[in-house]
């Protein structure tokens, strides 16, 4: 455990420590008051009430449209289905840049939808609860539809059997058996909406703000470090009870259950209602999905006088670009993936340490340090870039200038996806096989490597894909610390969709669509070599 709590100490709880207390210090003296102060003004209420209520209505109409493709994927058989599957986790692994900007695309001024109907949602509460059910569909199709999958459908055709009826079996069998899953879904849908930054930025305007955007004002445009400070430490305090809740329904998921293969509960849908259904589940795929990626595609190509690549060619000019970056935009590509690289290399070290560190260890300590390590995830990004900047200044420490501050921040968001990968595989190794290497001379290395390497390979590299493309799309705490001459391809997207012009517009959506296919690939690849399908997202 060495190495992770060092990590975190220093590259997590430091510079957030850091910053907090230089906004609510003064003079050496803390200045609690200021609680008060903040959280009294009549704008920041109105931006907690917006967090707090998007974050609901989001996560009620994200259940809403998602849980019939979680019964689809779990319980029908049709041609195309992992191709599917795949697809629909594709905005998961976007960065929320390129939501923001797919949905700009169909929803903005002179996008698809204001060039068909005349219809524009951009700077409205609708275009960020779509955008947001758009990022969070797979998180409850894959998590609710995991566990669903491997139900046994016997118990609930033996209820019918004892005369229950459909709806009846369903609410009394099945229901109770998902609810821990559902629930277990709801709860990182809202952790997700809740901490909402890219999404809200760019498709929010100037009339809507969650905590982690007003952070980012209160921090970059204003410089009002006690606001910031004060809006962290609420932050901080809600997304540790939502983690606390998430972690108690995932222990839920673990009492017994009757599970079976999931290839043996799939079947070809059955009459019109059925058919129906899977026709729906297509449709909503199809339009909410399917419809701003490839608008996002057709507007990086949409030049004057029909389509070409000429957006993408200006990507590799310095000369149309010198009012925007000091290099030509492409090499932020180049940027990103060096950068995602050494992050996941981190990320993988660390966060395979912690694993196994959990997997040996037990007792509260060890399960604190477990919900410690989710804590990047919700935490703002802004407060931890931004205290990179205060606190890794000095010797022997002084990375302000240096490239590895960019990788460091990003794999504190991957360290936690390579736990969640590794844990439950690391968990499933019989600690016999190790007793058995240690009897027949093998040290602890040579044990590790000759029994757990091989079983926990796959998921080693599930996790690797996992942590790639998280790091490759993290903004916001790399909008703080990138340089200039260094910007990584969301930055990249960032500045120029901050910029008017057509150019600087069409380089942003060709810049996205090159950060989505680059995750998307990543995707795919990943999804062959995934092997547990237990429910656990």
Not at 337 to 363: F, K, N
Not at 444 to 469: K, Q, S
């Amino acid at each position: 455990m060495a190495v992770p709590v060092a990590f975190f100490a220093v590259f997590f709880a430091y510079p957030v420590a850091a910053i907090v207390g230089r906004g609510l210090k003064a003079d050496g003296v803390w200045q609690f008051g200021r609680f008060g102060e903040v959280l009294s003004r009549p704008d920041i209420l109105d931006v907690l009430w917006f967090t707090l209520w998007q974050a609901l209505a989001s996560t009620a109409l994200t259940l809403l449209i998602a849980l019939p493709g979680a019964y689809v994927f779990a319980r029908f058989d049709f041609p195309g289905k992992q191709l599917l599957r795949a697809i629909v986790t594709v905005p998961f692994v976007l960065p929320t840049v390129v939501v923001g900007t797919a949905f700009l695309a169909l929803l903005g001024r002179g996008g698809f939808l204001d060039g068909l109907w005349g219809v524009r949602l951009d700077t409205t509460v609708w275009a960020i609860l779509l955008a947001h059910v758009f990022f969070n569909y797979a998180v409850v199709v894959r998590t609710v539809g995991g566990l669903w999958s491997q139900l046994d459908p016997r118990q609930e055709e033996a209820a019918r059997v004892l005369g229950a009826g459909r709806l009846a079996a369903w609410r009394r069998v099945t229901l109770p058996a998902l609810a821990p899953a559902v629930a277990a879904a709801a709860l990182m849908v809202f952790l997700f909406t809740f901490t909402s930054f890219g999404v809200v930025q760019i498709l929010g305007g100037p009339g809507f703000s969650t905590l982690e955007v007003e952070i980012y004002r209160q921090t970059a445009q204003l410089l009002a470090l006690p606001t910031a400070a004060v809006l962290t430490l609420l932050q901080f305090a809600a997304v540790g009870a939502i983690l606390a809740l998430h972690a108690w329904t995932v222990r839920r998921r673990e009492t017994a259950l009757k599970l079976v293969d999931p290839a043996q509960t799939a079947r070809r849908p059955r009459g019109a209602g059925q058919w129906a259904l899977l026709g729906g589940v297509l449709l909503t795929v199809l339009v909410l999905i399917l419809l701003p990626l490839a608008v996002l595609v057709e507007r990086s190509l949409d030049v004057s006088g029909g389509h070409g690549l000429d957006y993408y060619r200006a990507l590799a000019s310095a000369d149309a670009n010198s009012g925007t970056f000091l290099v030509a935009p492409l090499e932020a590509i180049g940027n990103s993936l060096r950068y995602a690289l050494v992050a996941t290399v981190i990320a993988l070290v660390v966060g395979g340490l912690a694993a196994a560190a959990l997997t040996r260890r037990a007792g509260r300590l060890v399960r604190g340090f477990d919900a410690l390590l989710m804590l990047p995830l919700g935490v703002s990004a802004v407060t931890v870039g931004f205290g990179f900047l205060i606190t890794l200044d000095k010797p022997p420490l002084d990375l302000r200038t240096s490239w590895i501050l960019v990788p460091l921040a990003q794999a504190l968001v991957g360290v936690p996806f390579v736990v969640r990968t590794m844990l439950p595989v690391l968990r499933a190794v019989d600690g016999r096989l190790r007793e058995a290497a240690a009897v027949l001379g093998a040290s602890p290395l040579r044990a590790w490597r000759e029994v757990d390497l091989p079983l926990v390979r796959r998921a080693l590299l599930v996790a690797a894909g996992f942590a790639f493309a998280v790091s490759l799309g993290e903004f916001g705490a790399t909008v703080f610390i990138a340089r200039p001459d260094n910007p990584t391809l969301p930055v990249a997207v960032a500045r120029l969709l901050g910029r008017s012009g057509d150019l600087n517009y069409g380089q942003a959506m060709a810049l996205s669509t090159i950060l989505m296919l680059v995750c998307a690939v990543s995707l795919l690849l990943l999804e062959r070599i995934r092997t547990d399908r237990s429910g656990e997202f």
